[in-house]
Antibody
């Protein structure tokens, strides 16, 4: 059974960098699929942030591309998100996910990140 | 990239059928057979209900079905049940700008 678990600070100060990690169990990241991040501001809809292919190729939402980095650590079977220069608009539940080219078949439980001083 | 367009809300009575639309462009919904639908209950992670326009993952009820015509995809739920009350999101692969995925704004389904 494939499981994803997000971890990281729940509170980040404005202008700082948000960093989250997703630990994968039950499947080896290097075996395939895309691994990515999706967020959901309180009371709002889903927003795709970006993903990384098992080979290392990355794909980012154009509206966030200048601030986002997604990386993979195959030795730890985990992948990470870094979002720089955060503002209150980045406050959201952040989900890590396993996907094919276009659909997410496995979701993490989500972690709430608040941007506030 | 613009979000796909969904109605904000739909409703139906138990046993009835409802359809949720998802309108995009030729760069996403209309250009590829890569439309997905997700169900999200409050406080929970979304769940994949339909992928590649009309395919159901293992374990998803056959009361859920998907289709597409031109730039608009649709999710139909037949035999509505109380537990179907949730938010539903569509998504599509998109070739606009860079390789990426775009979501719809979401539709709140109320079972009356």
């Amino acid at each position: 059974q494939v499981q994803l678990q997000e971890s990281g600070p729940g509170l980040v100060k404005p202008s700082e960098t948000l960093s989250l990690t997703c630990a994968v169990s039950g499947y080896s990241i290097s075996s395939g699929y895309y691994w990515g991040w999706i967020r959901q501001p309180p009371g709002k809809g889903l927003e795709w942030i970006g993903s990384i292919y098992h080979s290392g190729s990355t794909y980012y939402n154009p509206s966030l591309k200048s601030r986002v980095t997604i990386s993979v650590d195959t030795s730890k079977n985990q992948f990470s998100l870094k979002l720089s220069s955060v503002t209150a608009a980045d406050t959201a539940v952040y989900y890590c996910a396993r996907s094919t080219r276009s659909d997410v078949d496995i979701w993490g439980q989500g972690t709430m990140v608040t941007v506030s001083s | 990239q613009s979000a796909l367009t969904q109605p904000a809300s739909v409703s139906g009575s138990p046993g009835q059928s409802i359809t949720i639309s998802c309108t995009g462009t030729s760069s996403d919904v209309g250009g590829y057979n890569y439309v997905s639908w997700y169900q999200q209950h409050p406080g929970k992670a979304p769940k994949l209900m339909i992928y590649d326009v009309s395919n159901r993952p293992s374990g998803v009820s056959n009361r859920f079905s998907g289709s597409k015509s031109g730039n608009t995809a649709s999710l139909t739920i037949s035999g509505l049940q109380a537990e179907d009350e949730a938010d539903y999101y569509c998504s599509s692969y998109t070739s606009s700008s860079t390789l990426s995925v775009v979501f719809g704004g979401g539709t709140k389904l109320t079972v009356l």
